[in-house]
């Protein structure tokens, strides 16, 4: 069974920064891709970062391009998401996701966490 545990997320002053982590079991992790999506309540979600199984690929929404930086740790089953110049609207509920296709790009979003919220102030 899959499971991705999120953790890092919090209230944070804008301009400034966090990091987050998820914690993937179930499977061989250094075989599919991963990414972080966000929501807004009412808005459409957003694929805000993805990376694949080796990092030799990244893709980023443009809304967060320059200031966030994804990564991951085989060794550590862990992908990061750090988040710098943070903004008002960075401010969603962010959520770690895999696919359930090893080797595969781009990230489709199969699996799911439950979620972390990352809240910034003005």
């Known amino acids: 069974q899959v499971e991705l545990v999120e953790s890092g997320g919090g209230l944070v002053q804008a301009g400034g920064s966090l990091r987050l982590s998820c914690a993937a079991s179930?499977?061989?992790?250094?075989?599919?891709?991963m990414g972080w999506f966000r929501q807004v309540p009412g808005k459409e979600r957003e694929l805000a970062a993805a990376?694949?199984?080796?990092?030799?690929?990244?893709s980023y929404a443009d809304s967060v391009k320059g200031r966030f930086i994804i990564s991951r740790d085989n060794a550590k089953n862990t992908v990061y998401l750090q988040m710098n110049s943070l903004k008002p609207e960075d401010t969603a509920v962010y959520y770690c996701?895999?696919?359930?296709?090893?080797?595969?790009?781009?990230?489709?979003?199969?699996?799911w966490g439950k979620g972390t919220l990352v809240t910034v102030s003005s």
């Open positions: 996701v895999s696919d359930a296709i090893q080797f595969t790009w781009p990230l489709k979003g199969d699996y």
């Open positions: 179930g499977r061989t992790f250094s075989r599919y891709t």
């Open positions: 990376i694949n199984w080796i990092s030799s690929r990244t």
